[in-house]
């Protein structure tokens, strides 16, 4: 067993810097963004690598104390704060804001890394022993899709602001 808790500490230990790592990534693209889309959702990227962190130091703190895996509620947030945002972009949109290539490089490495997560945590998820251990690992690898479907719905708006807003605001040009 306690060849098992160090495996763990240590998946921990990777996740907690991967989650940390993450965080600082979106904090210097917000900084770097030139529209206020990308610099508030980048912040919101930020705070939610941020909030896994918290969570992992949490798991991670008991563990050490052998108290094993906790029965932590992680609930799984969906992308609705981001649909404000993206409502005040297209009104940017009009005034011809676009994405430069820089912006579409960092939201094509933020994609790989959403990515990266996921399948991280999927596989943690596959090997869980507990199941509140595979019920935290399956709600982040949701989270994680989340952020990398954030990410693609900001690059196709970067891209074609009015082909984004025909396609997520119009689901035909007949009005049904």
């Not at 917000?30 to 963004?33: D, E, I, M, P, Q």
């Not at 992992?56 to 981001?82: C, N």
């Given at each position: 067993?306690?060849?098992?808790q160090?495996?763990?500490?240590?998946?921990?230990?990777?996740?907690?810097?991967?989650?940390?790592?993450?965080?600082?990534?979106?904090?210097?693209a917000?900084?770097?963004?030139i529209?206020?889309?990308?610099?508030?959702?980048?912040?919101?990227?930020?705070?939610?690598?941020e909030?896994?962190?918290?969570?992992?130091?949490?798991?991670?703190?008991?563990?050490?104390?052998?108290?094993?895996?906790?029965?932590?509620?992680?609930?799984?947030?969906?992308?609705?704060?981001?649909?404000?945002?993206?409502?005040?972009?297209?009104?940017?949109?009009?005034?011809?804001?676009?994405?430069?290539?820089?912006?579409?490089?960092?939201?094509?490495?933020?994609?790989?890394?959403?990515?990266?997560?996921?399948?991280?945590?999927?596989?943690?998820a596959?090997?869980?022993?507990?199941?509140?251990?595979?019920?935290?690992?399956?709600?982040?690898?949701?989270?994680?899709?989340?952020?990398?479907?954030?990410?693609?719905?900001?690059?196709e708006?970067?891209?074609?602001?009015?082909?984004?807003?025909?396609?997520?605001?119009?689901?035909?040009?007949?009005?049904?």
């Open positions: 067993m306690a060849g098992e160090m495996k763990l500490l240590d998946v921990l230990t990777f996740a907690i810097q991967m989650e940390t790592d993450g965080k600082r990534y979106y904090e210097q917000g900084k770097a963004a529209n206020k889309l990308g610099k508030e959702m980048y912040l919101w990227l930020a705070g939610q690598e909030k896994h962190k918290i969570a992992f130091e949490a798991i991670y703190e008991s563990m050490q104390k052998k108290a094993g895996w906790p029965a932590i509620l992680f609930v799984h947030e969906k992308r609705s704060g981001l649909k404000t945002l993206f409502a005040e972009a297209i009104k940017a949109a009009a005034k011809g804001e676009r994405g430069s290539p820089q912006e579409i490089d960092v939201i094509d490495k933020a994609k790989e890394m959403e990515l990266k997560s996921r399948s991280f945590y999927e596989k943690q596959a090997g869980a022993i507990a199941p509140s251990e595979k019920a935290f690992y399956v709600a982040l690898a949701a989270e994680e899709q989340g952020h990398f479907l954030t990410l693609v719905d900001y690059k708006y970067l891209i074609d602001p009015a082909g984004y807003f025909l396609k997520s605001e119009h689901h035909s040009l007949d009005g049904g």
